[in-house]
């Protein structure tokens, strides 16, 4: 044996037993040497000298690749090992394990349809034989994935109705009828491009990175979020490091200033299908930058427009979710989102028309004008949304002040509401200016109607709860406080027409990927003797 020779086996025994101890940095090491070992060897070795030495010199770097694959896929360094496994393929185009890996990998970056072809391949490979019912099962998460990816057809139920046990759910990353484009609000935005029903997916998507933790006490819970703040920033650093993709994906986002002269990207750089063309991750990292744009575009999870499912509800969580990053903010928004693991499920939370932009509201839009004035003002903006423009015009009227003055100074609800809906009256308001005024006064409207005092006393002089409801929702969407008052109500006097708005107002909050026995349970509404 050649002192090459047995350099190259001392080589590679140590990068397996590293490999195999999972000290994934030290044997990706060793296996670059190795490789550079082989193809110095190849590049000597006579074509027609020794064929069956050279043969064993590309089987030998074939396996070194597809194992600095595997070991750089593990550190999520996917483009690397992507070189990799196409490096390995080029000497043996239909070696089982690089196929595996490259199809795993591909599954992490949500190209299912590239997965699959490495899957399918992998099935003529004679190494495969042993392995048949892994290599299907992976087949078929790619044909799910790949399926929920194209049309959009998520269903939560199974996982809702087991009670959230085990992990959660692995999904597809989906673009439904959506693009971005500039937007009136701030900056740029994003609009449907079609008639979207409210419970209707807009769009399922990843985290770039998420940090959770639990709070504690107040001082406890300040500090606990700056340590997360800082292991969040790190490893949105990390993600942009390691990916090419995710640094140009960041990079395009807003860091708050000269928001009229950015760029409006293709809808196309945002699935994951495409490949990293003309990416490129050489220039240096700005930290200054991504932490203004982390600043900005960062979401929390239980925020108002959110629902937390799984047992990641028991956690605070800050994360980075690069398409939902562009809806904007309005008081009458008609869309939220679920979500659940690592994953954001957005979804239309009131009919939305083609055209229309897609909204959130950042913080408490069923408060009055004044104080949703105040909340835009310590997110850094002014609201000029069509709902705010017409209260500011009615609040000049000083009787609706005066009864905003009278609800924070302890007066009788019932009262202060018949008070407001005269009003309304008086002042010719009418259709969505209804649904705006509610929604600004809907805590009274709650405790009126969850109340069987107030509403002996009231109930004949104001309007059916359901009334009311359906015009916040109209406006509003749905919303969390809305479904309790409805559910309430349903579960004192029952009807199927109780149960249908509570059944519709539940897919609009958490979405149609949550059918009717699943949502039933989600809003605690039990099976009775009238067939519900």
Known sequence: ?????????????????????????????????????????????????????LSKLH????????????????????????????????????????LICKGKILLCLNRYFNALDCFKAALFDPQGNGNLDIVNGYLEKCKKLEFQSRTGSFDLSDWVLNGFRGKPLELAEYIGPVKVNRSEISGRGLFATKNIDAGTLVLVTKAIAIERGILGGQDSAENAQLVMWKN?????????????RTQLLIDMLSTGENETGLEVPDMSIFRPEIEENGCSNDQKLDMDKILSILDVNSLVEEAVSAKVLGKNSDFYGVGLWILVSFINHSCNPNARRLHVGDYVIVHASRDVKAGEEITFMYFDALSPLEKRVEMSLSWGFNC?????????????????????IGLEKGVDVGGAVYRLEEGMKRWAVRGKGKGYLRASFWAAY???????????????????????????????????????????????????????????????????????????????????????
């Open 1 to 53: 044996m050649s002192g090459a020779e047995e350099q190259m086996q001392q080589l590679r025994s140590k990068a397996t037993e590293l490999l195999l101890r999972e000290e994934w940095r030290d044997s990706i090491q060793l296996y670059s040497e190795l490789i550079d070992l082989c193809q110095s060897q190849i590049s000597n070795t006579h074509q027609h000298s020794d064929p069956d030495h």
């Open 59 to 98: 089987k030998s770097l074939c396996v070194a690749f597809s194992n600095r694959a595997e070991a750089r896929s593990k550190l999520q360094h996917f483009t690397q090992a992507l070189n990799d496994c196409d490096q390995a393929l080029q000497i043996e185009a239909t070696h089982f394990k690089t």
């Open 232 to 244: 969040f920033i790190d490893k949105v650093k990390e993600a942009v490091t390691r990916c090419q």
């Open 384 to 404: 000029r949304c069509s709902r705010c423009k017409f209260e500011e015009a009615v609040c000049s009227k000083q009787e609706l002040r005066e009864i905003e």
């Open 446 to 532: 709650a405790e009126v109607y969850g109340s069987d005092r107030s509403m002996k006393q009231w109930g004949r002089r104001i309007p059916a709860m359901e009334t009311v409801v359906d015009s916040v929702v109209e406006v509003m969407g749905s919303d969390e406080r809305l479904l309790k008052v409805v559910v309430e109500g349903l579960k004192k006097s029952g009807g199927v027409v109780e149960f249908e708005r509570a059944m519709k107002l539940g897919r609009g909050f958490y979405g149609k990927v949550i059918k009717k026995q699943a949502l039933r349970t989600l809003l605690e509404i039990g099976i009775n003797d009238k067939g519900y």
